[in-house]
């Protein structure tokens, strides 16, 4: 449609009723979400489960009201911007940029180096339109140059500018948008500054018209027509709700802690009131004498006059209780019952408040786990020494499809801001946009979460290359300083046994089934890493393959014999020893493990079950362990049959 004039407006300025079909919905979204993001009064919510409360117990109960649940969407939050940290998360531009582009106004110059208040395209989205990304599906981004008054060898600076649900009145794809500025207009009339004005945009393929409002009458202040020929707002979104003919609905992807998260505030202003009204102490006490001021009428006559309240007894008639003053009571009189504590305090139940804040604990774990994060949560006191258990495959699942929508929105904005940039150019926007892959290598689970997943796999004896895989994502989270955090991890890479037990590296020697420099390797890891970090730069960046031939030759270094002068050894020299000493060693070592005591006694049972003949279990014993054939004999003994089971 062609340019509109003011009364365009007027439907949608009379009582604030026209709007586009899902403005309502989009809007109700929004603000659930917004309640626990920004931490404000659920008002609706404590509405709801106290509609018969007076207007002074509400408005107390928001007086005291904390945002127990915007550290929860606080934790959501940080954990997702970590997607920027994820190790293949990059921004790569064009490498031929077109002539006519001056080298300063690249479009890396620009979107990496000179954005408009932000410094770069990635600090605008993570910094300003992340948390609006997470909260309203259905805001949207206007992309509009900050200045239109420019010189013929100047570009145009654009900036993206985000609409919440609540700002964009009424669209129709690719025909027109009306949005409403969130700036609040002052201006004076008739001698009076009024705070009340209102700004909206409307945006057409062909033309932008910027209309204002103020005191009620609507003025068309610009009109310029539009170069790029399309309507560069772009959509938030999340996950599809419904779709019309010209609009849809959208809900946040983490909208799935919305229930819980709403009954854990609920639940949390009524501990308030709980913890208020039975953990304080209460006085009782036994009705004190009447006053003697007033003979216990609470009031003292007057001549010629009302009488007034008496000031002893405050009108009461009673003498005043103070729990911080001394209570003196008489002595009974002969025949008087005596008497009991004059005061004493109400004995409360303060297991239901316990009870709430279980309940709270668990209503929050539960929000959690709807988005597959509650390894952010505090344990429950029912789960309480039970070791997080983290589905990696549903986590990363939802974390992708954050990244997918981070990287489809920063895509259709870097196109338009290119748009407004380089039009008239006859260059291919295409052409100019960086390429900015989806990461998939997240780093998301805490430095305790794999811990215990590390602790499990050591229980339940788990493949020693997926221990030492663990190993190494450990010490990735761990490790800030660059230095310590590659020699750890490359101790663990290059280490031939990492994560095997020494009884299984003893018995291998004993069969002589381990290449010796693997076992020099292994017993001299950590001096081999930190002497290869010292002698050779770029070390940590080598191939496998690379690093892993540099330990071979350390080895073959250290085992190599030192020449010697007139056939004795220089100092320092190492003798070798022979194969039938290693053999020794090895199989004394074995029989002081745990594997290997434990492995005498699986031939002993074997023995006495009858499946291994005893003259074949002492010579394993004396070819596995060094045994003397007598010390073989003595260990098998004469054991006990063992009856087969089942009978």
Known sequence: MAAVTASFLEPYLLNNKYRHSFYHDGVELAEELAVHANGEFPDDLILERRPAESEEIKNYREKIFTPITKPVFTKVYNSLMKIRKSSDWMISFPSDVPPSIASDETPEEYLMKKFPRNGSITNWMFSVAFKPYLIDANAVVLTMPINYEIQDNEYFKPYPKIFTSGQVLDYKINEFYLLQDSEVLSYEEDYYEYRNGRRFFLIQPDVFQVFEEKNGKVYEVMQIPNVLGYIPVRHLNGMVLEQGNHSSLYESRISGI?????????????????????????????????????????????????????????????????????????????????????????????????????????????????????????????????????????????????????????????????????????????????????????????????????????????????????????????????????????????????????????????????????????????????????????FAELTYTEQEKIMQQYATDLTAPKPAVGGVPVQGMEVPESVDQKRLDAQATLKGTVGGVQGILEIQKSVAQGITDRDAAIALLIEIYGFSEEQAVNVVGTPKAIPPTGI
């Not at 590296?505 to 420099?517: E, G, M, R, Y």
Request: glycine share 4%.
């Open 258 to 538: 919305v229930p819980m998260l709403n009954e854990a505030v609920r639940e949390y202003s009524d501990l308030q009131a709980e913890i208020v009204q039975h953990i304080h102490s209460t006085m009782w006490a036994i009705q004190p004498q009447q006053c003697g001021r007033c003979k216990g009428v609470g009031e003292i006559p007057r001549e010629n006059s009302a009488p007034v309240s008496c000031p002893s007894c405050g009108g009461k008639g009673l003498l005043p209780l103070n729990p911080f003053e001394h209570i003196i009571m008489p002595m009974p009189k002969a025949g008087e019952t005596a008497i009991t504590a004059p005061v004493g305090y109400v004995q409360k139940q303060t297991e239901i408040a316990r009870l709430q804040e279980e309940r709270i604990r668990q209503h929050i774990y539960d929000a959690l786990s709807a988005i597959s994060m509650e390894f952010l949560a505090e344990t429950p006191i029912a789960q309480s020494g039970v070791a997080k258990q983290v589905d990696r495959e549903e986590l990363y699942s939802f974390v992708h499809s954050i990244a997918e929508d981070i990287v489809r929105i920063m895509d259709e904005i870097c196109y338009d801001i290119l748009a407004w940039r380089h039009y008239g150019q006859n260059i291919d926007i295409n052409t100019l946009i960086p390429y900015i892959p989806v990461p998939e290598r997240y780093d998301m689970l805490s430095g305790k979460v794999l811990v215990d997943e590390l602790t499990a796999m050591v229980q339940a004896k788990v493949d020693p290359a997926i221990i030492n895989a663990a190993q190494i994502e450990l010490a990735d989270k761990k490790f800030n300083e660059s230095k310590v955090k590659d020699l750890v991890i490359l101790k663990l890479k290059l280490d031939p046994f990492a994560g095997v037990p020494e009884e299984n590296i003893s018995l291998l020697k004993t069969f002589d089934a381990i290449n010796k420099n693997d076992l020099v390797v292994h017993a001299n890891i950590s001096k081999f890493v930190t002497r290869a970090m010292n002698e050779i730069d770029g």
